[in-house]
């Protein structure tokens, strides 16, 4: 059974840092790509960032883009979020997701099929 | 604003058909396939339907997807209570190098 399991969220004050990290199990993690997807309580739901299987590429959403940094450690089967510069807009529920393929896109395979349940992270001074 | 384009919401009573839209690009909906996504109130999103015609184990045949140009559709039949939740769809977009989303539908059965 593929478990992801989310922790590190928190409240922190404008312009901090926070890391997230997701540790999988339940398939051969080393085999897929690895996404961060963010929600805004009561809204939609936000890609954030993805990283192939090797680490090899990594992608952001332009909002998130020089700021955040997406790893992995395939020893450990375990994502990771760095959040650097927070802001107030960056308040959201983060859902670790495993990709469907071994990159960040294939054609024809799902985008995300399996979904952690998130981490609450908080902006606020 | 979202890049692709769903209803906010949609309603239909126990048994019946219900269509949820999702309208888009050429560089995305036009160019790849489509994800949709349901999320049940308190949790976390769930894969329905992806790739034109790929249903993960688990999911019912009462959902279906298609897409067409650049809009694509989400279709749920026999209509259920438990199929009240929000609803999205999800495609990779070529121009923006980017996973994009839609707004997402909320599913009301009445």
């Known amino acids: 059974e593929v478990q992801l399991v989310e922790s590190g969220g928190g409240l922190v004050q404008p312009g901090g840092s926070l890391r997230l990290s997701c540790a999988a199990s339940?398939?051969?993690?080393?085999?897929?790509?690895m996404h961060w997807v963010r929600q805004i309580p009561g809204k939609g739901l936000e890609w954030v960032s993805g990283?192939?299987?090797?680490?090899?590429?990594?992608i952001y959403a332009d909002s998130v883009k020089g700021r955040f940094a997406i790893s992995r450690d395939n020893a450990k089967n375990s994502l990771y979020l760095q959040m650097n510069s927070l802001r107030a807009e960056d308040t959201a529920l983060y859902y670790c997701?495993?990709?469907?393929?071994?990159?960040?896109?294939?054609?024809?395979?799902?985008?995300?099929?399996?979904w952690g349940q998130g981490t609450a992270v908080i902006v606020s001074s | 604003q979202s890049v692709l384009t769903q209803p906010p919401s949609a309603s239909g009573t126990p048994g019946q058909r219900v269509t949820i839209s999702c309208s888009g690009r050429?560089?995305?909906?036009?160019?790849?396939?489509v994800n949709w996504y349901q999320q049940l109130p308190g949790t976390a999103p769930k894969l329905l339907f992806y790739?034109?015609?790929q249903r993960p184990s688990g999911v019912p045949d009462r959902f279906s997807g298609s897409q067409s140009g650049t809009s694509a559709s989400l279709a749920i039949s026999g209509l259920q209570s438990d199929d009240e939740a929000d609803y999205y769809c999800?495609?990779?977009?070529?121009?923006?190098?980017?996973?994009?989303f839609g707004g997402g539908t909320k599913l009301t059965v009445i």
């Open positions: 997701a495993k990709g469907g393929c071994s990159f960040t896109s294939c054609y024809g395979k799902a985008a995300f099929d399996f």
């Open positions: 339940g398939f051969m993690f080393d085999d897929y790509g």
């Open positions: 990283i192939n299987w090797s680490s090899g590429s990594a």
């Open positions: 050429t560089s995305n909906i036009g160019t790849n396939t």
């Open positions: 790739s034109h015609n």
């Open positions: 999800a495609v990779w977009d070529d121009s923006l190098t980017a996973w994009v």
